[in-house]
């Protein structure tokens, strides 16, 4: 009976682990895949309205012993007399999922430090929100020398010295305005 039972507890354990890792792996996808689409539609939005589109990239609640990280973006019309109304409802990360924010892994948020636009709307804006444009030509007003990456993975997966082996990579051509998602 007590042998019975420790095997059933060893597969429950067993079981909930893979589960977990599953979880992950499709958040880590899905955020990805949602930021791809989402920064794919603010280089069209500028292209046809010909309009520049402010991307604002938003962190977490910050969560005490884990560094900085960031799980929504907007969308934002930057209009010639200043404002910037809503283009998009914010995009939220899936929970099991955000954005690394440490140098090596998603220079958006930590080589890119322009603060978006000055907005009394937005109340989400705080000192860590970042922000770059995409532009009526479908260009960005990032350096074109840079690399500009966005790298999602695992909330749960924070220790930047031990990166874990699911994530994804959404990479920005700073010229061309074009988006590509990398994977391990």
């Not at 929970?95 to 930590?110: E, F, R």
Request: aromatic share 8%.
């Amino acid at each position: 009976m007590v042998l019975a039972l420790a095997v059933l507890l060893a597969l429950f354990y067993f079981g909930i682990t893979a589960y977990t890792r599953i979880v992950e792996a499709s958040a880590v996808e899905a955020g990805a895949q949602m930021i791809n689409d989402q920064l794919a539609d603010a280089r069209q939005d500028a292209i046809s309205q010909n309009m520049a589109v402010e991307v604002r990239l938003y962190e977490t609640a910050p969560v005490p012993g884990r560094p900085t990280a960031y799980g929504s973006l907007q969308l934002r019309w930057k209009e010639s007399d200043g404002t910037t109304p809503p283009a998009a409802r914010p995009l939220l990360l899936p929970q099991a999922a955000v954005i690394d924010a440490t140098a090596v892994h998603s220079t958006l948020v930590t080589t890119n430090t322009e603060p978006p636009t000055a907005d009394a709307t937005d109340l989400r804006i705080d000192p860590l929100t970042r922000a770059f444009h995409f532009l009526p030509n479908g260009s960005t007003d990032l350096a074109p020398t840079g690399q500009w990456t966005l790298t999602v993975r695992a909330a749960t997966q924070f220790n930047p010295a031990n990166f874990p082996a699911n994530w994804a990579c959404v990479e920005v051509d700073p010229v061309t305005g074009r988006t590509q998602i990398y994977r391990p």
